[in-house]
């Protein structure tokens, strides 16, 4: 999607200062608000985003009363499952694989690469005792912690809900990685897809509405920044 909404936009920008008229130039809602905001509508926000699981909404004990850090040091090449008490936890690997969570049946409630040389650094979930964590075989090791809750204003890759990790209110959100994707959420609404953009040149942001009880994630990148508009 990255791709194409850029190529579309380059397109937009070639035929303007070719001096072609309005009427010749290929636009639509979808474009427009990617162009204004990074925000990403219709076929292409669907085929990132997919069907939004439950799991993605699960409710744990902030307070960590039975979470426990776990360690799995050799990860088999076959791929290693995870068994966590309920929690919110933070997960590391090294070098570099895919984290799944997975519902009671076994299907993907997330998916994230996570590790020291691709994709995010670590992954923040809520985890419930119907659920499973799955590290595949890209790993020599996975490190599980127990996560701290307290309002930020930096989320890693995750998910995060306004109100408990990060206080509801108008932000621009930026990144300082390659790029990333932010996903506002909620029940029974379509979700928002916002895409970033960082680096030293070409860096994007984009103005969001943070409202209580919102559920937020961040995905293939360390750090979204959300600064309080003016």
Known sequence: MKTTMRNVLLVLLISLSAGCQTKSVPSSE?????????????????????????GLFTEVDRAN?????????????????ITLPPGRYMIAGNPTG?????????????????????GAHTLTVSVDESMTVRADGGYDSVSVFPAETEPRNTLSAGVW??????????????????????QIL???KDPILYELIGGTSGKT???VELREGQWLRVTKTSTVVFNPAD
């Open 30 to 54: 979808s474009v427009v608000r990617y162009a204004e905001n990074q925000e990403i509508t219709g076929k292409e926000k669907q085929e990132l985003i997919g069907s939004v699981h439950p």
């Open 65 to 81: 009363s039975e979470a426990r850090e776990t360690a799995v040091p050799v990860v088999p090449k076959t791929g290693e499952t």
């Open 98 to 118: 895919n984290i799944y969570v997975l519902d009671k049946d076994g299907k993907q409630i997330l998916r994230e690469i996570v590790g020291d040389y691709a």
């Open 161 to 182: 809900k306004v109100g408990t990790d990060i206080d509801p209110g108008v932000y621009t959100i930026s990144t300082d990685e390659l790029y990333g994707y932010l």
């Open 186 to 188: 909620e029940r029974g």
């Open 205 to 207: 942001e984009s103005r």
